[in-house]
């Protein structure tokens, strides 16, 4: 099966485990898919990763649009994993 | 004057309340509204000394355009909207939102005001990762995107 590899750019609490990932998926993975792909990838890499419900919590931007749990990852699109937010 | 009757603003200089005023400003209104955020020195018990705004400036940008496109809507009449978040690290007591609504009466600025800061708050993509005087940080918790399993 074809894979991808799929960059996902960190915001706000994300950061304190850097700039970014990158995963590889197959081809078609869904956002629901890449969320919890990355939140096993971080928790192997961390021990008592604590960040899975915040993964959960958290939506995802492809390019310039924040998209549903069932919308196709693509690599050639900019995917950002953005926590909730809390401006002002 | 410019005519676009909304501006929005991230960036990493300081934020200008009089550039605000001086943008929603028309001769034919009564009316400006403004609310300048800043950060403060406490937060749920805890003394801070600083706030890093981290922010996806595409998003956000989209995110502000929209709440001014709405705002626009809402007053059902002519309007004028300046929206401006900083971006990076603020001392206390440095400006980190500046709204400002002009109209021709009071009620609509007032209104529309509130408006935008309370959904800026729920809407962009924006982060608050608050520096405490003991010396460690913390992301604040904030309001989710996407539903949870949605």
Partial sequence: MKRENIKINFYGAFRKYGDHET??????????????????????KIPGFPDSQLIRDSAIACDDAVVGPHYKVRQDERVSI??????? | MP?????VVITDQPLDLMEAHRFAADPAFGAIASFVGVVRNNNEGRAAGAVTYDVHET??????????????KMANGPARVY????????????ASVIIAVGTPHRKAAFEICQFMID??????????????????NAWLAGNSLEAPGK
């Fill in chain 1, 82 to 88: 953005l926590p909730p937010v809390c401006g002002g």
């Fill in chain 2, 119 to 136: 959904n800026l708050k729920e809407r962009a993509p924006i982060w608050k990762n608050e520096h405490y005087l003991e010396g460690d």
């Fill in chain 1, 23 to 44: 995963l590889s998926l197959p081809a078609g993975s869904s956002v629901g898919d890449l969320k919890d792909l990355l939140a096993k990838h971080l928790a192997g």
């Fill in chain 2, 59 to 72: 998003l956000a940008m989209k995110a502000l355009e929209e709440l001014c496109a709405e705002s626009l």
């Fill in chain 2, 3 to 7: 005519s676009q009757p909304f501006h």
């Fill in chain 2, 83 to 94: 929206a401006a978040h900083a971006r990076g690290r603020l001392a206390v007591g440095e």
